[in-house]
């Protein structure tokens, strides 16, 4: 779960830049929250990312407990081409990670939240 400043603008981020699909909103008036689920497929098969706004909050300080949220992709730098022409931000661009082989990249989503890239070729 991330909690984020504007709502909208982080469903547009992962969806229209980060190519995963809104599975399900639901707002809570009564606690004063709104939360909505986006993924690349449904639970039980897929992973699901819950996007937390809490009503009236626009930012958040991330503290030094988060790391970053971890995505396989097939291609990092095709993937980092196509985030950067819907309008993301790439902080580091696909290559072998320090020490080792595996290639990564890193995105940074609306919040400041860090995602890697880490390339894994289809088997």
């Excluded at 396989?72 to 985030?83: F, H, K, R």
Aim: some cysteine; hydrophobic content about 35%.
């Amino acid at each position: 779960m991330l909690r984020v400043g504007n709502l909208q603008r982080s469903i547009d981020f992962y969806t229209n830049v980060m190519g995963m699909t809104l599975l399900r909103t639901s707002d809570n008036p009564s606690q004063k929250y709104t939360l909505a689920f986006v993924g690349y497929g449904k639970n039980p098969e897929h992973a699901e990312l819950e996007l937390t706004w809490n009503y009236g909050v626009e930012s958040y300080d991330q503290g030094t407990a988060y790391g970053h949220i971890a995505i396989a992709v097939e291609d990092a730098a095709q993937t980092c081409a196509a985030i950067k022409q819907s309008g993301g931000t790439v902080t580091r661009d696909a290559g072998p990670v320090k020490g080792g082989s595996t290639v990564i990249a890193f995105v940074q989503d609306p919040d400041g939240y860090k995602i890697e890239l880490i390339e894994r070729k289809p088997m």
